[in-house]
């Protein structure tokens, strides 16, 4: 019922920035909060950052706490991470997620857009 999709990945040199966004459609009525997520080749999927879409409390994990501002724009239903100082270990697919007034924890996921750090 609620669509997510990912957009702005692709390859960035260490130290350089990148911003990915998250549009939201379909019945995005109920949706609480957004999150980022990221998985590397050969390791688990990690938590990044979230939004409250009222409000804009927001939570990071420490490995990107500081460099990697989330912002939403609630007119556009818009969710963006704002990528600065980027590490060739930020190197991941970046996955949108959202949470819903029904629970479970985050129930609607995008397809993913890849982030690659190289020189």
Partial sequence: QVQLVESGGG???PG???RLSCAASGRAFGVIALGW????????????????????NTDYADSVKGRFPISRDNAKNTMFLQMNSLKPDDT???YCAAVDYS????????????VTVSS
């Fill in 11 to 13: 390859l960035v040199q």
């Fill in 16 to 18: 350089g920035s990148l």
């Fill in 37 to 56: 997520f990221r998985q590397a080749p050969g390791k688990e999927r990690e938590f990044v950052a979230r939004i409250v879409w009222s409000g804009g």
């Fill in 92 to 94: 991941a697919v970046y």
């Fill in 103 to 114: 629970g479970g924890g985050y129930k609607y996921w995008g397809q993913g857009t890849q």
